[in-house]
């Protein structure tokens, strides 16, 4: 394999999702201010796209619509247009010419478009990290340091393989492109914490999670009493924030909370969403792609774990706290588990308690 310097056209490819799209920036950054004359492009699905659009350190995004092969089997006129789609996208990629690939994703639809690229140098991780029999479509494998390690720790490793000097580069950067149109869009909401009467610190709780992640959203219960201790005790302003398919969820807890709080307006983007966090001074919510949008904007936070694993998932840059009932069977992912009782063991007490020492830090 050539020097890192003499690839000058590189395809970043990380499909999602949203968390780990945003923790994979680190590393690019890092290799973009060590090597300023690569040009990278990244190939992405939809739901995490706009985190990227703008990036400075990108010169293109590509866009994979996933969606389209959801319904293939309903009408033919699906399947000609998935396609016709795909068709188009590979062909946009290998009209690129790239010199080398990075998969950081490691699964079989990443890897092969990593193969499909026409790019003559293909790198993705071995086995273990590598899934679906990925690692077969790389002309190099990188083996990580270990299966649980941080998320950006490992995509860093790949870089440093690659050649990356990450120690002689700026502290880890995530380097979100928000606009003053996006922060705009955000005092829309802060605009409106002048109602509440509290003075204390201004936190934001994201209860709600994708629907193939149901599994990680600890129970309303506990965000309601959260909430309550929070105004209570400390004089916070609470906003409670969602996402597509989390309004209902949000309502619900605000419905039964007996104290001010202001659920924030609807937010036309991820990045709408992170110029909010920043304004915040504190984030509480699960292992989700919102609280790793919140680590990006450099807030604090106060992460709320069941299944997943602690160290593999924890925030990465800021101060931050892990709140975690530790059983023999957790972390396991499990999505079908019945009794989620990783999460519903957690009381709200013992978040509170994880708030304040974070909050005694920060000051």
């Known amino acids: 394999m050539a020097a890192i310097d003499n690839y000058k056209n590189v395809l970043i490819i990380r499909l999602g999702a949203i968390g780990d799209v945003i923790r994979t920036l680190p590393a690019v950054n890092a290799?973009?201010?060590?090597?300023?004359?690569?040009?990278?492009?990244?190939l992405v699905e939809p739901a995490a796209a706009s985190v990227l659009q703008g990036q400075a350190v990108l010169d293109k995004v590509f866009i994979f619509e996933r969606n389209l092969f959801g319904g293939l089997w309903r009408s033919p006129g699906n399947l000609i247009r998935a396609a016709l789609s795909l068709t188009t996208l590979i062909s946009d990629l290998r009209a690129e010419k790239f010199d080398l690939v990075v998969d950081?994703?490691?699964?079989?639809?990443?890897?092969?478009?990593?193969?499909?690229?026409?790019?003559?140098?293909?790198?993705?991780?071995?086995?273990?990290?590598?899934?679906?029999?990925?690692?077969?479509?790389?002309?190099?494998?990188?083996?990580?340091?270990?299966?649980?390690?941080?998320?950006?720790?490992?995509?860093?490793?790949?870089?440093?393989?690659?050649?990356?000097?990450?120690?002689?580069?700026?502290?880890?950067?995530?380097?979100?492109?928000?606009?003053?149109?996006?922060?705009?869009?955000?005092?829309?909401?802060?605009?409106?914490?002048?109602?509440?009467?509290?003075?204390?610190?201004?936190?934001?709780?994201?209860?709600?999670?994708?629907?193939?992640?149901?599994?990680?959203?600890?129970?309303?219960?506990?965000?309601?009493?959260?909430?309550?201790?929070?105004?209570?005790?400390?004089?916070?302003?609470?906003?409670?924030?969602?996402g597509p398919g989390e309004r209902e969820t949000v309502e619900l807890i605000a419905g039964n909370v007996r104290v001010p709080r202001l659920v924030a307006k609807k937010t036309s983007s991820l990045l709408d969403l992170a110029a909010l966090f920043a304004a915040c001074d504190l984030y509480i919510g699960g292992d989700t792609g919102p609280s790793h949008l919140a680590v990006a904007m450099q807030t604090p936070v106060v992460a709320i774990f069941g299944p997943t694993h602690p160290k593999v998932n924890a925030p990465y840059g800021v101060p931050f706290r892990i709140v975690r009932y530790p059983l023999h069977c957790s972390p396991c992912r499990k999505r079908s588990c019945k009794t989620r009782l990783c999460l519903e063991a957690i009381g709200w007490r013992r978040v509170l308690v994880e708030v304040e020492d974070l909050l005694n830090h920060l000051t």
Not at 31 to 42: C, I, V
């Open 104 to 242: 950081f994703h490691g699964i079989l639809k990443s890897a092969v478009f990593a193969r499909l690229s026409g790019a003559p140098e293909r790198v993705g991780f071995a086995r273990p990290d590598a899934k679906e029999g990925s690692a077969g479509f790389y002309s190099r494998q990188f083996q990580s340091p270990g299966s649980n390690i941080n998320r950006v720790e490992r995509a860093l490793a790949l870089v440093e393989f690659l050649g990356v000097d990450v120690d002689m580069v700026a502290p880890v950067s995530y380097r979100l492109p928000v606009t003053a149109l996006n922060r705009e869009r955000a005092w829309e909401t802060l605009d409106l914490l002048a109602e509440l009467p509290g003075k204390g610190p201004i936190i934001a709780l994201h209860p709600g999670s994708s629907r193939k992640t149901a599994y990680k959203r600890w129970h309303q219960n506990g965000y309601v009493g959260l909430v309550n201790a929070l105004v209570e005790k400390l004089d916070a302003r609470i906003i409670l924030t969602w």
């Open 31 to 42: 290799w973009q201010q060590q090597y300023p004359e690569t040009r990278f492009t990244w």
